[in-house]
């Protein structure tokens, strides 16, 4: 399928129909294809051939839709970047993605993007251009063609995502892939051209560039963009657009369910929000059914697998919308396999593994393709699982060792391994902690060098940040001990660590 074609034919058969709206544009889909057009020829005129990756630091906004276009439509290959991503990151992925180029705003939530791009440049010796755009028209554009799209089986998109690795893996996606998700989402939530999506999640992230960007263009249907979460502003634009749709993680629908005066919205339209990205608590989804009055429920997938299992597809009962993280999208597959690769029974817990149309080609390090799929392509997803008897998959804990936070994962491994460079550490465990708002934040256990002169919080924060680590991925919370506990072989039982953290909190009455 080509997203090329597919824009086309909406821009012909309805050209007037709103496609896009964000903070300051309203874009119908005959100016979204015009503008898509005439960036891949500006692209292409500033040098971007097919097959070159184009990197992007943008925000929810008409830019990030257009550019997504003119590269497909070019052949070029999209990474999207996450703008809450640091230097650190950023110098990482521009480098091993090989961007030929990258498309940034000026400032965005107080980071300077060019000083940022600046500073990382000279470890990326494939950027060749640094495009700083703060409206649609800084797109580079111009009239000749820009292309038809590339072979749907090649590489459309990476995506990075911080894991259980120290590094971000970067996943590639091809528009088959890419729209074989599409599809098998449409049918299941039985979504349609009248349809208004209003999208929360980030586009660089794969469940924004889904419902923001693809979604509503394989559909001719409506997106609403928001530049930066607020619950009010949200129910605002729900009421003033006539959302029927939208999707993120347990933050975004916490915040809605949690709003006092709900009543003060009309909120009518809405009919749907599915929610996951992080531990989503029963509670919230039993909320959004009564409080909104949507069709709610978990949901269950990664950038590699974007949407493996859901229980807000209709005639869901309650319990199971709310208890479970839903039955397999069809046409997907899952298994759960003990240790030695074995299925489990029915109601054992077990490791999750997913096979699919919409499953991603592999990762950019193609060496770690090894690990991820078995010999019948199916992708080892890393996580637990149990499976009861009506075939709902109940997700219970994870193989690899992340944190998620606000439906943000990263890998507590690459935080340990740079705090084991401050003086006053002599070791350190990072592990979630449970949070009503986040699911999840980083809580840092640090056996001191010197247990007269110990670390504290804010001196590890002042040490990571200058080491240009992320925000989102700082320790929260500090707890010194005398020693870590470890098997006889030395392993950190973290598990132990995690039950005491949500212990205290307890004691503390915060969880």
Known sequence: MSFTATLRGHAAAHAE??????????????????????????LAARGVRPGEVVSSVLP???????????????????????????????????????SAAVVVPGRFRGVDFPALVARVRPDVPSLRDVLVVDELEALPQADRPGGEGPDPNRVAVILYTS???????????????????????????RLGADDVLVMPSPVSHISGLLYGILLPAVLGATSVLMEVWDPERFCALVE???????????????????????????????????CGGADVPPALIRGAIRRLGVRSGRGYGSTEFPSITSSAGPDVPEAKRAETDGAVIPPGEIE????????????????IWARGPELFLGYRDARLDAEAFDERRFFRTGDLGVLD????????????????????????????DLLFEHPKVRSVALVPMPD???????????????????????????FLEGLELSRRKLPERLELVDALPATASGKVQKHVLRERIAARLRREGRS
């Open 240 to 274: 003033r657009e006539r959302g029927t749709f939208s999707a993120g993680a347990t933050p975004f629908l916490q915040g809605v369910v949690d709003l006092p005066h709900l009543d003060r919205f009309d909120l009518r339209s809405l009919r749907l929000f599915p």
């Open 60 to 98: 929810n906004r008409a830019e990030a839709a257009v550019l997504f276009h003119a590269a497909h439509r070019l052949g070029a290959v999209l990474n999207p970047i996450v703008p809450i991503y640091g230097a650190r990151e950023i110098r990482f992925i521009l480098r091993q993605a090989e």
């Open 336 to 351: 759960l396999r003990d240790a030695g690769g074995r299925a489990v029974a029915t109601g054992r817990e077990g490791e």
């Open 436 to 462: 009503a708002r986040l699911g999840e934040r980083a809580c840092a256990f640090v056996v001191p060098a010197d247990e007269r002169d110990p670390p504290t919080l804010p001196e590890l924060v002042r």
């Open 389 to 416: 008897a009506d075939g709902y998959l109940t997700v219970t804990g994870r193989v690899k060792d992340i944190i998620v936070r606000g439906g943000e994962k990263f890998s507590a491994k690459e935080v340990e």
């Open 17 to 42: 129909k709103t496609a896009l709206v964000d903070d300051r544009v309203r874009l119908t889909y005959a100016e979204l294809g015009r503008l898509a057009e005439r960036v891949a020829a500006g």
């Open 163 to 189: 894991g259980t690795t120290a590094e971000p893996k970067g996943v590639l996606h091809s528009a088959t892939t890419l729209a074989a998700e599409c599809h098998a989402t449409i049918g299941h939530h």
